[in-house]
C-alpha cells in the first residue's frame, strides 16, 4: 500500500516496536503517550526466540542481545527447592532467552526513533473516523489527524474504550509484586517456586543483576496485600527454600512494583475501521508463559509485514486480525491456566499437583513452549534497501492454535 501518516497510541514496548517497524517500511509516524515522561513502569522481562527472531526481522537482533542475558534452563520447583520440572531452549531455537530489564529494552527501542516523533502527556479523550483517516482528540483540547491509527495503549486502553466501550480486564485471582536486585552468583538457571503462599520467580539479568516476582491469592484491590513491604513479603515466604529468602534480604521497598493481574476475554476484532489494536490493548495475558511483550513485538513486525504487502489498509487490518487472533487467544488461554494450577494453595492439591507434574514427560511442557517460541517471520526490508520487493511468504513452522 502507498506510504501514509500513521498515530500510534502508547509509548510502550508495543507502540514504540511498532513504529520502528513502520517506519522501516517508508511510513511516517507520530507517537503518543499519556505519561507525562517516557520512562517504563516494571521491572525484568523476558524475550522468547519468537521475540528474538521478531526483531531479526528488523535488523535489531544482535544490537538487542547485548544488552541482557540469554537463559537456556527454567526449572519449576517446589517450596522446598526441589525440581518439579524443567525445561530448556533446544539450540535449534537460538540463543536463548533474552532476559532484560524493562528500563534497558524500552531505551534500546527509543534508540531506534527520532524524538521529534513521540509525544508525551496526551491522553487520549475521543476518536473520529471518516472515508480519510482517523482523528484522535486529546483531553488538553489538542487533535491529530493521520490515515490509520495503531493503539498500543495497554491493557486499561482509552482507544479501546472508544471503539468497544464494555470490553473490560478481567482479575486473575492474584496479587503480584516485582522487583531488581544486585546479587552475584545465582548462575544462569531461571526459576519459579510453587508454594502454599503463591508463586516466586528468579531471572537472572546482565551485570549480575535478579529480576524477582511474587504471587499470592487475593481478592482484587485487596488493602492488605497492597501495602505489603519487603518485611511483609519476607514473612509470607518465610518457609521457602534459602534462595527465594537470599533474593528477598536483599530487597528494597524503595523499587517495589506491587498489584493485580489482569487479562482480556479475546476479542472478536481487532480492526475496527481504520484503527487496530495491538498489544495488551488487544490481547493482554497473565504473565505466566512470559510472552506479553513477545506477543506485542510479533503484533509489529506482522503489522508491518501486511501493510507492506497488500494493497490497503482494510485488507491488511483484516489479514493482521485473521493471522494474529487464534495465536493470541492461545496465549491468554494457556497462560491463565497455568497460572491458576501454580496458585492451588490447599495442601492435598499441591501434593498432587507436584506429583503430577513430576511424572509428566518432560517433552509435555517442552511442547507447550516450542508452540509459544518456534516462530520465524519475513524480513522487514527498510526503505533505503535495494530492490524493496514485496515479501509473500509468512511465519514458518507456526502451528495454528484453537
Known sequence: MEKQHITI???????????????????????????????????????????????????????????????????????????????????????????????????????????????TDRRVASLVQDHEGVTVRFTDGGEHHAALLIAADGIRSAVRRCVLPRVQPRYAGYAAWRGVVHLPGMGDIASETWGPRGRFGIVPL??????????????????????FRIADLQRHFAGYHTTVRQVLAHASDEHLIQGGIHDLPPLEHFAHGRVLLIGDAAHA???????????????????????????????????????????????????????????WQHPLAIALRNALIRRVPPRIGQRRFDLANNVRFPHIPAVSEPGLEKTTSTRTRMAVHH
Open 9 to 119: 497510541i502508547g509509548g510502550g514496548i508495543a507502540g514504540l516496536t511498532t513504529a520502528i517497524a513502520l517506519k522501516r517500511i517508508g511510513h511516517t509516524v507520530s507517537v503518543f503517550e499519556a505519561a507525562p515522561h517516557l520512562r517504563p513502569v516494571g521491572a525484568g522481562i523476558s524475550l522468547g526466540p519468537n521475540a528474538i527472531n521478531a526483531f531479526a526481522a528488523l535488523d535489531l537482533k544482535q544490537a538487542l542481545l547485548g544488552r541482557g542475558r540469554l537463559v537456556r534452563t527454567f526449572h519449576i520447583l517446589d517450596h522446598r527447592g526441589g525440581i518439579l520440572t524443567r525445561t530448556q531452549v533446544p539450540s535449534d531455537l537460538g540463543p536463548g532467552v533474552l532476559c532484560i530489564h524493562r528500563a534497558d529494552l524500552h531505551a534500546f527501542l527509543l534508540e531506534q526513533l527520532d524524538p521529534k516523533e513521540l509525544h
Open 206 to 227: 546482565a551485570d549480575d543483576h535478579v529480576y524477582w516476582f511474587a504471587t499470592s491469592n487475593a481478592l482484587e484491590n485487596d488493602a492488605r496485600f497492597a501495602a
Open 285 to 343: 495475558t497473565t504473565p505466566n508463559m512470559g510472552q506479553g511483550a513477545c506477543q506485542a513485538i510479533e503484533d509489529a513486525v506482522l503489522l508491518a509485514h501486511y501493510l507492506h504487502n497488500t494493497p490497503d489498509a482494510t485488507t491488511a487490518f483484516r489479514a493482521f486480525e485473521q493471522d494474529r487472533m487464534p495465536r493470541t487467544s492461545w496465549v491468554v488461554r494457556n497462560s491463565r491456566t497455568i497460572g491458576g494450577v501454580g496458585q
